[in-house]
């Protein structure tokens, strides 16, 4: 069954047993008596701090700002330079490489998580999106503070971890102004593109083994928000994983009018569905409307989702 | 033998006319008539109705039936050769050695959609049963014992370096994964095609010593005294079941608990003497995995269920009744 889980998790989207519990944060109800709170912070400041930061695990308190952050998640790393924490990680994963400066940091194995590797670089704040091996019980054992950020089930909790992030790392301000951002860009393209009036339906894949997403989480939640309709909705999620694996023969019964594959980093392209037993007889496959998208951008959650929402954006017009 | 016969055609009926595309059986009966030689009628299918029945469905089936039956005969031989009721076609590192080459290949970046990944798979195979015959043999007389022992410890050496080349990305993790738990559902002619020719030459090699397996059932000293060499037919009943075994795990996948509770099923309804046990594990093996293939798509229709998980959900509880048989015997 772990494994299992672990390859619904890994399954591209690189997402996993998606967290119902909300994550939420909370100022903190005593302000710092030595400082005036202020609503702006300065980095490297412990203005505004403590805080009080809450995930599914339970709430914490970081007494002062975190300046050793180790991000074992490609997603939130991409996020903390997004909100301007940059300066503060003192380490990565091995799959955070974006930006650029992400491969220049201390580089650690989320995937063969090490509590003494992680310990030796001294972080005052760990993030993590999945709680594979027991990351999070022994990084609060050993007394670090550990931020589960769980793949969001919808865009609005997607922007929720920018804040979250915002007010663990200090930075609310420029986190509301990165949220904001990434907000108006993905509405501004629900709202030019939206195909509800005559709802076409479609067929996200995930990998070659037909693994799709359904309507639970932040994908799937993102072509609903274009009025497009899931063919993965039909299938029964059991676990609540959000990642159903379909079967070829229900694919092509429903004859979904596009096909998006998130696997194209994987090696599938439009024409290699041609090869596929009886799938050239799909009508997307015949009409052309088979689109890629950027398999690492897709997998992930954070300031590049526009790009993701872009591209189906630009598929929706290719067809009109 | 008719019983069995029954079930597959049963089990194989079933297999083509229930699946999550809903096509009416009566369709499904024409369209099969039509291709028939000299019969022409329109069964109403659409092209694409026909093509999710001939080229997905129908495949589909026959490969199940195939591995199943693979599997399920080797197990058998397995069994009968090591006088061992634990023994499956993994006993040897079949297993662990697909494991290992089929990672290699992934983890190398190579084509995971064409013959490479069957391919590298079915060498690793080989290549780990060769590994533990030869380390099984020292000393004098090589006995199944040491063999085992042998096959154990090369299936966790091959285990850990698999492990160690799929721990270096998360893709590699990813489908490596997925390779492990079985994979029929994206399956079609084309593996039938890979798997045909090795499943043919196995399952022929070990009917043809199925008397040879009943004479070493009595022991190996007795056998030498009949005059049949044990290490000979140890060695080619290995080999045939290894071909078959590495082929099968090659095209699916690992698909557990077949080889196991399949023999031992047909040992307890029809009796111990493998001149049975092999041909009728060959068709209950058939039966079993298009109906737990069946399963697999249906249960979360229109999603899927890895064959692996449906096989070991079936196969665990009755392996615990097969112990505790097996222990009740003992006292």
């Known amino acids: 069954m772990r494994r299992l889980l672990l390859l619904l998790a890994l399954s591209g989207a690189l997402a996993g047993c998606s967290d119902s519990a909300q994550t939420t944060t909370q100022p903190a109800p005593t302000p710092p008596p030595t400082q005036a709170s202020s609503p702006t912070t300065a980095p490297l400041s412990d203005a505004g701090f403590p805080v009080i930061v809450v995930d599914p695990t339970g709430s914490m308190t970081i007494m002062t700002q975190p300046r050793r952050i180790i991000s074992l998640s490609a997603t939130h790393t991409e996020i903390l330079y997004a909100i301007g924490a940059g300066d503060q990680i003192a380490a990565t994963d091995l799959t955070s490489n974006y930006p650029p400066e992400a491969n220049d940091t201390p580089k650690v194995d989320s995937f063969a998580f090490n509590l003494e590797e992680v310990l030796a670089l001294q972080p005052d704040l760990v993030i993590v999106a999945f709680d594979f091996s027991g990351e999070v019980a022994a990084l609060d054992a050993a007394g670090v503070n550990v931020l589960l950020m769980p793949p969001p089930t919808d865009v609005a909790k997607m922007l929720l971890q920018f804040d979250i992030l915002g007010t663990a790392t200090g930075n609310v301000v420029s986190a509301r102004a990165e949220r904001d951002r990434l907000k108006t860009a993905i509405e501004g393209f629900f709202d030019v593109y939206n195909v509800s009036d005559s709802p076409l339906t479609f067929f996200h894949e995930v990998d070659d083994t037909l693994f799709s997403v359904n309507g639970t989480t932040f994908l799937g939640d993102i072509y609903e928000s274009f009025g497009l309709v899931n063919i993965a909705d039909a299938a029964p999620d059991e676990f609540g994983s959000g990642f159903p694996q379909l079967s070829a023969e229900f694919i092509l019964q429903e004859d979904p009018d596009l096909i998006f594959l998130g696997d194209s980093g994987f090696g599938v392209t439009a024409g290699s569905l041609e090869e596929r037993p009886a799938w050239d007889s799909l009508s997307a496959v015949i009409n052309g409307t088979v689109f890629e998208l950027d398999t690492e951008i897709a997998g992930r959650w954070g300031p590049r989702t526009d790009q993701v929402v872009r591209s189906i954006a630009d598929a929706l017009e290719a067809l009109s | ?331």
């Open chain 2, 1 to 331: 033998m008719l019983a069995t016969l029954a079930f597959v055609a049963a089990a194989a009926a079933l297999g083509v006319l229930v699946g999550p595309a809903s096509l009416s059986p009566r369709e499904i009966f024409v369209e099969l008539l039509d291709r028939l030689p000299l019969v022409q009628v329109d069964s109403g299918l659409s092209e694409r109705q026909a093509a999710i029945l001939w080229q997905i469905r129908v495949p589909r089936v026959v490969l199940g039936g195939l591995v199943g039956s693979i599997l399920a005969i080797s197990g058998a031989a397995y069994q009968g050769v090591f006088r061992n009721p634990l023994a499956d076609p993994y006993l040897l590192g079949v297993a662990a050695g697909a494991g290992l080459g089929a990672t290699l290949v992934i983890a190398a970046g190579g084509d995971t959609t064409g013959l490479l990944l069957p391919a590298a798979a079915f060498l690793g195979a080989v290549m780990a049963v060769v590994v533990t015959y030869a380390a099984g043999g020292f000393g004098k007389r090589r006995n199944s014992a040491t063999l085992i022992l042998a096959g154990v410890a090369v299936a966790s050496f091959f285990t850990a370096l698999q492990t160690f080349v799929q721990q270096r990305s998360a893709d590699t993790v990813r489908e490596v994964f997925s390779w492990i738990l079985g994979r029929l559902a994206t399956v079609g002619w084309d593996e039938v095609r890979l798997l045909l020719p090795y499943a043919v030459a196995s399952a022929v090699a070990l009917l043809v010593s199925r008397r040879l397996l009943d004479v070493l059932a009595v022991g190996e000293e007795e056998a030498n005294t009949l005059g049949v060499r044990a290490e000979h037919v140890r060695l080619f009943v290995v080999a045939a079941a290894t071909l078959g075994a590495a082929a099968a795990v090659a095209v699916s996948g690992l698909i557990a608990f077949v080889g196991i509770i399949v023999p031992h099923a047909v040992r307890m309804l029809f009796g111990s003497s493998y001149r049975s046990i092999l041909p009728l594990s060959l068709l209950a093996g058939a039966g079993f995995l298009v109906l737990a293939d069946l399963l697999a798509r249906t249960v979360l229709s229109p999603g899927e269920l890895p064959i692996g998980v449906v096989t070991a959900f079936v196969g665990a509880p009755f392996f615990i009744v097969i112990l505790r048989r097996a222990l009740g015997g003992q006292q």
